[in-house]
């Protein structure tokens, strides 16, 4: 069932929350920031695999920008420890930097991409980075308390 | 983890997401806004207003502190006169600096949050719990340990899961039971300084053994120094008798020597190769458990894991102390009878499900031998089904603040307003010199 909404606003007033999807963290790489990038079987019918990948790799893109050891966190670093780390008093650390930029980003795509397809993308960081959530909105007219049955995976185990 | 003996009252059970209905729980408006460090489930103890994080047992870290002191002080007091006017001024200048970045890296190393994880929200716990009940299959019984198996630079690591955290550890993380946190790349957890030793406070902690091994050191070196020459005038007991302070300073000096330096060398052996103390003790990395075993997150030489560890990126603190609790978000209900059932409509369902996982909870607790402390973990359900996630945008919020008073707290579980430390990551704002993210 594709519901639209044309902007947040429509989601605000009509959607009612339905399900959220979790992505996870890929540590296939080390402990390094990275998400998993393997499409969700629950978001298959309400957004285009590409979009949803594209947005996950750029964030993945975003984090490894943040933690990257070169030479520039190695100034930065060395610098800090010569002021007793008082730098940080007028300065941002590169990490909260891409952190801003961030979430500069994900409110961009929920904006664009997501809330018309009644989704909303919920920023990494407010979950402790483990998870990317996504959570699917249903539009309140429409559904039925059984709508959402479809979407959720595993529960007939019970 | 070891099965509880009865079994059958073991019952494994899914977590409850679901809070009370609007109609249980007024909303009070006039409650004055809490901040997020007086709800974190941990056991931790804050100071100034969320600005400081500490370990609950500080009494061996005021010993630290006590000790640099006072020795510092009677070094300065008693024997720097001496060596200045004798030898040079120089002397003091650099036993001044030293002491304060000594007491600089401890205070740091001290105050800061380690790189404490948050811990799950209600809905990811469940979710997480239906992923392992599809793969476990359900049996009835409580399921054996978690873990999951990843593949890190061709090592096979596995990832264990947390019941107190509710989350499965990332790789080198690991639970502090001292503090009730699961904390990143934990390294141990460390009275002296009062605080566990993480992935944030690493390098301070490093720069602290360091600089107090060359402070102790130096301050060893010139009042042996200050004895002799002064023996050298007035003889070897009058000397003594003339500062009776360098006595105890040699003393104290004589046996931290030993231990701060040796642990100085050890944490350098264990930066230069990339692994926790943690690890080290356990022999993960150890060649002694198999012929491919390796350490699959250095970098190959000792300078890269130097500077990685020591110069590296400082990430940011996940959990928000000082942002304000926000109003209660919309969650998900659990599935009951195999239907999920959405939006506010079961409020019958919502208590019977809640009291359900209260006794098995209960039951768990009191039967099961869980590494962690067993009684926070009613604690721990208490706090992760109070409030929700924040809003972060305004679009969020608008949707969220509709099902505000949806999602109230749980009245018979006494949660406190109990919000996970999800966090709104907020620009920093350093008050202190030596404070903290």
């Given at each position: 069932?594709?519901?639209?909404?044309?902007?947040?606003?429509?989601?605000?007033?009509?959607?009612?929350?339905?399900?959220?999807?979790?992505?996870?963290?890929?540590?296939?790489?080390?402990?390094?920031?990275?998400?998993?990038?393997?499409?969700?079987?629950?978001?298959?019918?309400?957004?285009?695999?590409?979009l949803f990948e594209d947005t996950v790799k750029t964030l993945n893109t975003f984090y490894a920008e943040a933690e990257k050891i070169g030479g520039q966190s190695y100034l930065e670093g060395c610098l800090a420890c010569a002021t007793a780390y008082l730098i940080f008093l007028c300065m941002e650390t590169r990490y909260e930097k891409v952190l801003k930029k961030i979430?500069?980003?994900?409110?961009?795509?929920?904006?664009?991409?997501?809330?018309?397809?009644?989704?909303?993308?919920?920023?990494?960081?407010?979950?402790?980075?483990?998870?990317?959530?996504?959570?699917?909105?249903?539009?309140?007219?429409?559904?039925?308390?059984?709508?959402?049955?479809?979407?959720?995976?595993?529960?007939?185990?019970? | 983890?070891?099965?509880?003996?009865?079994?059958?009252?073991?019952?494994?059970?899914?977590?409850?997401?679901?809070?009370?209905?609007?109609?249980?729980?007024?909303?009070?408006?006039?409650?004055?806004?809490?901040?997020?460090?007086?709800?974190?489930?941990?056991?931790?103890?804050?100071?100034?207003?969320?600005?400081?994080?500490?370990a609950k047992q500080t009494g061996v870290f005021y010993l630290t502190l006590v000790l640099i002191l006072v020795t510092c002080g009677l070094f300065f007091t008693f024997d720097c006169w001496f060596l200045a006017e004798q030898l040079t001024p120089i002397i003091p200048v650099i036993g001044a600096v030293l002491f304060l970045f000594v007491i600089g890296t401890l205070?740091?190393?001290?105050?800061?949050?380690?790189?404490?994880?948050?811990?799950?929200?209600?809905?990811?716990?469940?979710?997480?719990?239906?992923?392992?009940?599809?793969?476990?299959?359900?049996?009835?019984?409580?399921?054996?340990?978690?873990?999951?198996?990843?593949?890190?630079?061709?090592?096979?690591?596995?990832?264990?899961?947390?019941?107190?955290?509710?989350?499965?550890?990332?790789?080198?993380?690991?639970?502090?039971?001292?503090?009730?946190?699961?904390?990143?790349?934990?390294?141990?957890?460390?009275?002296?300084?009062?605080?566990?030793?993480?992935?944030?406070?690493?390098?301070?902690?490093?720069?602290?053994?360091?600089?107090?091994?060359?402070?102790?050191?130096?301050?060893?070196?010139?009042?042996?120094?200050?004895?002799?020459?002064?023996?050298?005038?007035?003889?070897?007991?009058?000397?003594?008798?003339?500062?009776?302070?360098?006595?105890?300073?040699?003393?104290?000096?004589?046996?931290?020597?030993?231990?701060?330096?040796?642990?100085?060398?050890?944490?350098?052996?264990?930066?230069?190769?990339?692994?926790?103390?943690?690890?080290?003790?356990?022999?993960?990395?150890?060649?002694?458990?198999?012929?491919?075993?390796?350490?699959?997150?250095?970098?190959?030489?000792?300078?890269?894991?130097?500077?990685?560890?020591?110069?590296?990126?400082?990430?940011?603190?996940?959990?928000?102390?000082?942002?304000?609790?926000?109003?209660?978000?919309?969650?998900?209900?659990?599935?009951?009878?195999?239907?999920?059932?959405?939006?506010?409509?079961?409020?019958?369902?919502?208590?019977?499900?809640?009291?359900?996982?209260?006794?098995?909870?209960?039951?768990?607790?009191?039967?099961?031998?869980?590494?962690?402390?067993?009684?926070?973990?009613?604690?721990?359900?208490?706090?992760?089904?109070?409030?929700?996630?924040?809003?972060?945008?305004?679009?969020?919020?608008?949707?969220?603040?509709?099902?505000?008073?949806?999602?109230?707290?749980?009245?018979?579980?006494?949660?406190?307003?109990?919000?996970?430390?999800?966090?709104?990551?907020?620009?920093?704002?350093?008050?202190?010199?030596?404070?903290?993210?």
């Open positions: 069932m594709a519901t639209e909404f044309h902007n947040l606003q429509e989601l605000r007033r009509s959607a009612s929350l339905a399900n959220k999807v979790f992505i996870q963290r890929d540590y296939s790489e080390g402990t390094a920031c990275r998400f998993q990038t393997k499409f969700p079987s629950e978001l298959e019918s309400r957004i285009e695999r590409t979430a500069k980003y994900i409110q961009e795509q929920n904006e664009k991409i997501y809330a018309p397809r009644g989704l909303l993308i919920t920023d990494p960081i407010e979950r402790g980075m483990r998870v990317i959530e996504v959570s699917i909105y249903e539009d309140r007219g429409s559904s039925g308390s059984s709508s959402g049955s479809s979407s959720v995976s595993g529960s007939t185990a019970r | 983890m070891h099965l509880g003996e009865s079994t059958r009252e073991c019952e494994y059970s899914q977590i409850s997401t679901r809070s009370s209905t609007p109609m249980e729980t007024p909303y009070k408006k006039k409650t004055p806004k809490k901040r997020k460090w007086e709800t974190f489930p941990g056991r931790n103890r804050f100071y100034c207003d969320g600005r400081i994080m500490m205070l740091r190393t001290s105050f800061s949050d380690p790189g404490v994880l948050p811990r799950a929200t209600p809905d990811e716990a469940a979710d997480l719990e239906r992923q392992i009940d599809v793969a476990n299959g359900s049996t009835g019984y409580r399921p054996p340990p978690r873990t999951k198996e990843v593949v890190i630079n061709g090592q096979t690591v596995k990832l264990k899961y947390c019941f107190t955290c509710k989350i499965f550890r990332p790789p080198r993380a690991s639970h502090c039971s001292l503090c009730d946190n699961c904390v990143e790349r934990f390294d141990h957890h460390c009275p002296w300084v009062g605080n566990c030793v993480g992935k944030r406070n690493y390098r301070f902690f490093y720069m602290f053994i360091l600089s107090l091994s060359f402070l102790t050191v130096f301050i060893f070196a010139f009042v042996i120094t200050h004895i002799i020459l002064n023996s050298q005038r007035i003889g070897f007991l009058s000397a003594l008798k003339d500062s009776p302070a360098s006595v105890l300073e040699v003393v104290v000096c004589f046996f931290s020597v030993w231990s701060i330096v040796g642990l100085s060398g050890f944490h350098t052996y264990l930066i230069s190769s990339n692994q926790t103390t943690n690890e080290d003790i356990k022999g993960s990395w150890s060649s002694k458990r198999s012929k491919d075993n390796y350490n699959p997150y250095s970098y190959g030489n000792i300078f890269t894991n130097c500077c990685a560890a020591l110069c590296g990126p400082l990430p940011p603190s996940l959990i928000d102390r000082r942002g304000f609790i926000q109003s209660d978000a919309p969650q998900l209900a659990p599935p009951t009878n195999g239907l999920p059932m959405y939006g506010s409509t079961q409020s019958q369902q919502s208590h019977k499900q809640v009291n359900t996982v209260d006794c098995h909870l209960q039951a768990k607790a009191a039967h099961c031998d869980c590494p962690h402390n067993s009684g926070v973990l009613l604690q721990g359900v208490a706090h992760h089904t109070g409030r929700g996630p924040e809003p972060r945008t305004e679009a969020e919020s608008h949707v969220r603040a509709r099902f505000g008073a949806a999602a109230a707290r749980q009245i018979h579980l006494k949660a406190r307003g109990g919000g996970i430390s999800s966090s709104p990551w907020s620009p920093l704002q350093i008050i202190l010199m030596l404070g903290l993210n």
